[in-house]
Nanobody, 121 residues
Framework: QVQLVESGGGLVHPGGSLSLSCAASGSILRIGNAGWYRQAPGKQRELVARITSGGSINYAESVKGRFTISRDNAKKMVYLQMNSLKPEDTAVYYC???????????????WGKGTQVTVSS
């Protein structure tokens, strides 16, 4: 089976930065399209940023110019650099990655368990 694990969340002051990482592990041939989502208390989960296997990127309007998504296919990692953080960025951040199993037969739409990001003074 495959697994996604996020790391890098925490508490930061407004204007600060955090870097999130998402590691895919297990019987994996390669990773495909990937994205970061977030869910604040009482709100629906929303897309923050996504990156295709070919490197095309799009961001939510609310994070454009502040967040940067990237990937390392060889390491099977996806990253989210978050700068100029605001209190409204507070949420649980989830990684979502399409993963091709080692046999090359099945794509898994995988989700991590999330990492908490809190922006507060």
């Amino acid at each position: 089976q495959v697994q996604l694990v996020e790391s890098g969340g925490g508490l930061v002051h407004p204007g600060g930065s955090l870097s999130l990482s998402c590691a895919a592990s297990g019987s994996i041939l390669r990773i495909g399209n990937a994205g970061w989502y977030r869910q604040a208390p009482g709100k629906q989960r929303e897309l923050v940023a996504r990156i295709t296997s070919g490197g095309s990127i799009n961001y939510a309007e609310s994070v454009k110019g502040r967040f940067t998504i990237s990937r390392d296919n060889a390491k099977k990692m996806v990253y989210l650099q978050m700068n100029s953080l605001k209190p409204e960025d507070t949420a649980v951040y989830y990684c979502n990655v399409l993963i091709l199993n080692r046999a090359g037969s099945t794509w898994y739409d995988s989700w991590g368990k999330g990492t908490q990001v809190t922006v507060s003074s």
